[in-house]
């Protein structure tokens, strides 16, 4: 090492109290620590204490996350002093001495970003929210505190009854898959599953090993894989039923007489445009897809149910006012029969390939939460 940079490093210890330390003279910051069998990647071990899901945006296709992720990795070439007795804590680890934040700049740190991220908030009061520790065997942990929107391709071709999956990918810039090495750390307890209540929806979390693809060469990574299963209690409450009821109200304009024009239409045309502004407020929910979607074929439907009795009633009025009283009579109690026979065989199509959408969701979401 450069006397420079040893004069760093001594003025550093000073203020931050790393006097405590034995740091190689040959050291430098840029270099990767090698392994104890330097033919071998670098072994580095990561734990991640998801806080909370902040968000779920389905119109921009994302997701909020706030995170601790604490990396472990051993460097030879820093070392606790052997005449130290006094440590800041002990864990499973060893012992271990706690450093300043401001060291990091001065010692290797891993390359790690988050793929498809958006932004990334640190969240700041006085003092960065990050650690350092150097434990006796020369293991080194890195904690830190931080919260980002990631990018999260939807599809909504089975909504309300969908379930989505979330791929957060944390990645090594620079070092291959032969250089480093991430893992998830093997013990549950390491990682913290928050006990969240999502306003529409069910999760479960997935922690798997992960080499990038992408590029000519593999470079390092870990994969968080988030399983969003959604809840239907919301969309029966607030599009099933109210629909249903329209469709029925719409039905009943055909008991009418014939004769109350203004009451036919005024009913009809109401139960109309009450579905059709239902189907713009479901849209709103969802980003601008080019495919229908389960809830689409449902909506769609009930609005057709609707403007085909008042098809029929003015075909009914119009027959009325034509002298073909008897006819018009006979159609009507046709359509009477025919239109809600219908609309019960639409329903016993439509519902058992909801329901049992809702329950495979449902038990995998069971299933992994016992895993869990």
């Known amino acids: 090492m450069s006397s420079s940079n040893s004069l760093i490093l001594l003025l550093l210890g000073c203020v931050f109290g790393h006097h405590q330390l034995d740091i190689a003279e040959n050291y430098q910051s840029h270099m990767r620590p090698l392994a104890q069998d330097e033919k071998k990647p670098l072994e580095m071990v990561a734990a991640l204490n998801l806080r909370n899901i902040v968000d779920i945006s389905e119109t921009r296709q994302q997701i909020t996350l706030e995170t601790s992720l604490k990396l472990y990795w ?67 942990r890195l904690s830190s505190r931080f919260n980002f929107d990631v990018a999260c391709p939807m599809n909504f071709s089975k909504y309300p009854v969908d379930d989505q999956t979330c791929l957060v990918m944390f990645e090594s810039f620079s070092y291959k898959a032969s250089q480093l090495n991430m893992t998830w750390d093997p013990n549950k307890k390491a990682h913290n599953i928050p006990k969240v209540e999502l306003a529409q929806f069910k999760y479960h979390i997935h922690r798997e090993p992960y080499t990038t693809k992408e590029y000519t060469e593999p470079f390092a990574g870990l994969l968080l894989r988030i399983h969003l299963v959604r809840q239907i209690d919301f969309h029966i409450i607030q599009t099933y039923l109210p629909s249903t009821i329209l469709v029925i109200l719409g039905y009943l304009v055909l008991f009418l007489p014939a004769k109350t024009v203004p009451g036919r239409i005024g009913l009809g045309m109401m139960t109309y445009l009450t579905l059709t502004t239902m189907n713009s407020s479901n849209k709103s929910m969802l980003p601008q897809v080019s495919y229908m979607t389960f809830m689409d074929i449902w909506v769609i439907t009930c609005i057709l149910f609707v403007f085909t009795t008042n098809v029929v009633s003015i075909i009914e009025i119009v027959m009325l006012k034509s002298g073909m009283v008897l006819v018009g009579k006979k159609f009507n109690l046709i359509c009477k029969i025919l239109l809600p026979a219908l609309f019960i065989v639409f329903n016993t199509v439509y519902w058992p390939i909801i329901l049992i959408q809702y329950w495979e969701n449902k038990t995998i979401t069971a299933v992994h939460r016992d895993d869990h």
């Open 74 to 140: 051993k460097d030879k070439n820093i070392k606790i002093k052997k005449d130290v007795t006094e440590f800041d804590g002990t864990d499973k680890n060893h012992d271990y001495i706690l450093l300043d934040p401001k060291f990091m700049k001065d010692i290797w740190m891993p390359d790690i970003f988050i793929d498809q991220s958006i932004n990334i908030r640190v969240p700041n009061f006085y003092t960065t929210p990050a650690s350092i520790r150097v434990y006796n065997n020369s293991l080194i």
